[in-house]
């Protein structure tokens, strides 16, 4: 698998434009200066693996995207394990997305930060790499993960993977085709899956497909939804003694590139940053505008274990350490999350006007 992922990045990097010959923030664009000596320095901490929590970017229904990063499969970077939005098999994806897996494997440098891809010229800038450049992501980073338990979750995907190539018409984890479905079969659910079939979650909670014609209300409803499940394998991590803390990874807000594919030409830059929200009654409300107790309890609790905040400079265009402060344990994260967001919220739904007890990660 090595050898073909290098082969894949040698083949990107000879079709990259020289350097220079794009803006910055866009594909084939330089990259900050520092990125290796930034990120290099952040892997000096022992974490084993990173839950990657990606903001929405549009004003409604905005559930973002989940994917995970695993140390010890390439020298001096982690492993990025993500759902490809585009593996659907439908044909305009086919014909301009890429598509050769449904469990794309990517250098962490390269998602977050880098304006070339090793998955070649199909990648999508902002999803398969570049990722800050579209939106912020959050990392949760966990300590104490056997490395036994890293290579099943990586061997579960790679099964997956198989099974997408066969056109394996169900699974144990999805009773369906095996491709991606934005309902049925998406980031959140493939992401869980390794963790419960490959790794042995046995009581991880991944919601079973609701097949209803085009009742799409009813459809999301059974939906696996990416900071959902992202609490869920918090709670699993914390009852396997494993620790846990937050980066924020901030969205570059400057990136003037507008993605050809999509329908309305809006600039990254002009697109929502919007923190990825559970299926709730603010689900379509407009960024900013959370008030449901479990989007609250979320973005408190991702505070509370909060330890950096990364930024791109916008006059020196190089990575920085914005913020860093200690990180709460998850036990008196949790608890404090639910306490403040539980009295947020009904202040909130009583339209009183006051200063929130919880902050939000980002603030």
Same mark, same amino acid.
């Given at each position: 698998?090595?050898?073909?992922?290098?082969?894949?990045?040698?083949?990107?990097?000879?079709?990259?434009?020289?350097?220079?010959?794009?803006?910055?923030?866009?594909?084939?664009?330089? %990259?900050?200066?520092?990125?290796?000596?930034?990120?290099?320095?952040?892997?000096?901490?022992?974490?084993?693996? %990173?839950?990657? $929590?990606?903001?929405?970017?549009?004003?409604?229904?905005?559930?973002?995207?989940?994917?995970?990063?695993?140390?010890?499969? $390439?020298?001096?970077?982690?492993?990025?394990?993500?759902?490809?939005?585009?593996?659907?098999?439908?044909?305009?994806?086919?014909?301009?997305?890429?598509?050769?897996?449904?469990?794309?494997?990517?250098?962490?440098?390269?998602?977050?930060?880098?304006?070339?891809?090793?998955?070649?010229?199909?990648?999508?800038? =902002?999803?398969?790499?570049?990722?800050?450049?579209?939106?912020?992501?959050?990392?949760?980073?966990?300590?104490?993960?056997?490395?036994? %338990?890293? %290579?099943?979750?990586?061997?579960?995907?790679?099964?997956?993977?198989?099974?997408?190539?066969?056109?394996?018409?169900?699974?144990?984890?999805?009773?369906?085709?095996?491709?991606?479905?934005?309902?049925?079969?998406?980031?959140?659910?493939?992401?869980?899956?390794?963790?419960?079939? =490959?790794?042995?979650?046995?009581?991880?909670?991944?919601?079973?497909?609701?097949f209803f014609g085009h009742l799409t209300v009813i459809a999301a409803a059974h939906a696996n939804i990416p900071t959902e499940m992202a609490v869920k394998l918090f709670e699993q991590w914390n009852a396997r003694g494993y620790r846990m803390e937050a980066v924020l990874y901030r969205k570059y807000d400057?990136?003037?590139?507008?993605?050809?594919?999509?329908?309305?030409?809006?600039?990254?830059?002009?697109?929502?940053?919007?923190?990825?929200?559970?299926? +709730?009654?603010?689900?379509?409300?407009?960024?900013? +505008?959370?008030?449901?107790?479990?989007?609250?309890?979320?973005?408190?609790?991702?505070?509370?274990?909060?330890?950096?905040?990364?930024?791109?400079?916008? &006059?020196?265009?190089?990575?920085?350490?914005?913020?860093?402060?200690?990180?709460?344990?998850?036990?008196?994260?949790? &608890?404090?999350?639910?306490?403040?967001?539980?009295?947020?919220?009904?202040?909130?739904?009583?339209?009183?006007?006051?200063?929130?007890?919880?902050?939000?990660?980002?603030?």
């Open positions: 698998m090595f050898t073909r992922w290098l082969a894949a990045a040698l083949f990107a990097a000879s079709l990259a434009a020289p350097a220079g010959a794009a803006e910055f923030a866009t594909p084939g664009g330089p %990259e900050p200066a520092n990125l290796d000596e930034v990120l290099d320095g952040l892997r000096q901490d022992p974490y084993d693996m %990173e839950l990657l $929590i990606s903001f929405g970017t549009s004003k409604g229904g905005s559930a973002g995207h989940l994917a995970v990063a695993m140390r010890g499969e $390439i020298p001096g970077d982690d492993m990025v394990y993500s759902a490809n939005f585009y593996a659907d098999r439908s044909p305009e994806h086919e014909a301009d997305r890429y598509t050769d897996d449904l469990m794309v494997r990517i250098p962490k440098k390269e998602y977050l930060y880098k304006t070339s891809s090793s998955l070649g010229p199909k990648a999508s800038f =902002g999803l398969d790499f570049g990722e800050v450049y579209k939106r912020s992501v959050v990392g949760v980073r966990v300590y104490g993960v056997p490395a036994a %338990e890293r %290579e099943a979750i990586a061997a579960y995907y790679r099964r997956i993977n198989d099974d997408y190539h066969a056109h394996a018409p169900k699974a144990e984890y999805h009773d369906g085709e095996i491709k991606y479905d934005y309902m049925h079969l998406n980031c959140a659910k493939t992401i869980g899956s390794g963790f419960k079939y =490959g790794a042995g979650y046995g009581s991880l909670d991944i919601k079973a497909p609701f400057a990136s003037p590139y507008v993605d050809p594919h999509e329908e309305k030409p809006v600039a990254f830059k002009d697109l929502p940053n919007r923190f990825p929200s559970v299926l +709730s009654l603010d689900f379509r409300n407009d960024e900013g +505008s959370y008030q449901d107790y479990d989007n609250l309890y979320a973005m408190y609790l991702l505070y509370n274990m909060g330890r950096y905040a990364i930024r791109i400079d916008p &006059a020196t265009q190089r990575l920085e350490i914005a913020k860093s402060k200690d990180a709460m344990d998850y036990a008196g994260a949790a &608890a404090k999350a639910a306490e403040d967001a539980d009295a947020d919220s009904k202040r909130f739904l009583r339209r009183l006007i006051f200063k929130p007890r919880g902050k939000k990660i980002g603030e």
